[in-house]
């Protein structure tokens, strides 16, 4: 069986409060700023270095299979197990490895404003004393993957399920930057988008394998797009 299939097979065993709450959480309009981020993408296009959907797809691999989104999943997997234990110590490390594991200071910014963000609506929309009591403990900032897996976890949200959504959204937002700076048309944005799934079910596999003692990325190019996009001089995105 598939990845897909298994989310979809746990899906089908979610109550529709806990779905309405990821959907709701993965969501575009949710508010947490992830429309302003491009993670280094503009960069890559001022450079010629994207300049079709071929190129948005490679990148995007790239992102999952080697950086941050191997690295997110990770974390966000660790983060709703310690969570999902009440392992209060354990999730608070990997709340300190995270805020510690960015290559450049926009991807850093990008991880950790979103996580900030994330805790303050979903605390104010859907309270849980847990989370607010890890709220407390991070002062408020934690990085996305993190908040988002230990809110998950409280939530009742399945951890492939959890994982595979938030993967997904985070590729669907540099596809929607790629969109824009390429440009690309809306049709060949979707086209990505689908291909993109045996590449997200990796992703998703490789993230609930994942040791975090032994994980690391191999994306140089990527951080360098991000450390050169910090003094592009024409910029539509904060990364």
């Not at 991070?138 to 939530?155: C, D, E, S, T």
């Not at 930057?177 to 048309?185: N, Y």
Request: charged letters at 15%; proline letters at 4%.
């Amino acid at each position: 069986m598939t990845a897909a299939a298994v989310a979809m097979t746990t899906l089908t065993t979610t109550t529709e409060p806990t779905l309405q709450r990821l959907l709701t959480w993965l969501s575009p309009a949710y508010p947490v700023g992830a429309y302003t981020y491009s993670h280094g993408l503009e960069m890559a296009v001022e450079d010629g270095l994207v300049v079709n959907r071929a190129g948005l797809l490679a990148y995007l691999r790239a992102v999952l299979e080697a950086g941050a989104g191997r690295v997110d999943g990770a974390l966000l997997a660790a983060a709703w197990r310690a969570a999902e234990a009440g392992e209060d110590a354990t999730l608070d490390a990997v709340a300190e490895l995270a805020a510690a594991w960015r290559g450049t200071a926009e991807t850093a910014l990008e991880t950790m404003a979103q996580g900030s963000a994330f805790l303050k609506v979903t605390l104010a929309a859907w309270p849980e004393p847990r989370l607010s009591a890890f709220a407390a403990r991070q002062g408020g900032n934690a990085a996305h993957p993190v908040a988002f897996g230990a809110a998950a976890a409280w939530q009742g949200v399945p951890l492939r399920v959890t994982l595979f959504g938030f993967l997904s959204a985070f590729a669907a937002n540099i596809v929607s930057a790629g969109v824009r700076l390429v440009p690309l048309g809306q049709t060949d944005g979707q086209i990505t988008t689908a291909q993109l799934l045996p590449h997200l079910e990796a992703a998703t596999e490789a993230a609930l394998a994942a040791d975090l003692d032994t994980l690391g990325s191999a994306a140089p190019l990527l951080d360098h797009f991000s450390m050169r996009h910090e003094t592009q001089y024409t910029r539509l995105f904060r990364s």
